[in-house]
């Protein structure tokens, strides 16, 4: 799809176009809710996303892309979300379990070790992202898994190109660390 003609249906309103923009983003918009606050329960996030987006689409200049302004919102969404839990002293409860399951075929040719290892190695991994901030995990997101610029991620997050750079850096270091101390952890118990 090409994002001028997106754009152009949105601000005219056109069924098609929000069918197309739902399908894009909503999957992203909730992958972002969901590192960036740890919850499972990101669907009333993603409802307020493209609430917001559909409202203020036609003041949206393209001044940037347009994934980044959807990027941008989704984060200030979360932050306002993050700020009143913490005023009403409530924690988010992640309940994702369920999706570490891997699903077996009945083959000769399924290397049970293997995915037992790779399930304790994703495990690790989960648990060591939890432990970091609600920014190191967005930075982590944004870059590692996403494959924004650090030009988009500034624009995102509202920082300097600097500040970005050196976030996801220490954010990488911490999260090695963690990961780090897993996989010792892991070893000490076999």
């Known amino acids: 799809m090409e994002e001028p003609r997106l754009i152009?249906?949105?601000?005219?309103?056109?069924?098609?176009?929000?069918?197309e923009f739902f399908r894009e983003y909503a999957p992203k918009i909730g992958s972002v809710a969901r590192s960036y606050l740890g919850a499972d329960d990101v669907d009333d996030i993603v409802q307020e996303v493209l609430i917001r987006v559909f409202k203020s689409i036609r003041k949206f200049r393209g001044d940037s892309k347009l994934s980044t302004w959807v990027y941008r919102i989704t984060v200030n969404v979360c932050k306002t979300l993050l700020q009143k839990y913490k005023r009403m002293k409530e924690s988010l409860v992640d309940f994702s379990d369920d999706e570490t399951f891997y699903y077996l075929e009945p083959r000769t040719s399924v290397d049970v070790l293997k995915q037992a290892l790779d399930e304790l190695n994703y495990e690790?991994?989960?648990k060591a992202m939890e432990q970091l901030s609600p920014n190191d995990r967005l930075l982590i997101k944004l870059r590692?898994?996403?494959?924004?610029?650090?030009?988009?991620?500034?624009?995102?997050i509202n920082k300097p190109l600097g500040t970005v750079k050196s976030g996801i850096?220490?954010?990488?270091?911490?999260l090695k660390n963690l990961l780090k101390g897993g996989l010792e952890d892991l070893e000490k118990q076999r």
């Open 169 to 174: 850096h220490n954010a990488r270091k911490r």
């Open 124 to 126: 690790t991994v989960m």
């Open 8 to 19: 152009n249906g949105l601000k005219h309103r056109e069924e098609w176009a929000y069918d």
């Open 144 to 156: 590692d898994i996403d494959g924004l610029s650090y030009d988009e991620i500034a624009e995102i």
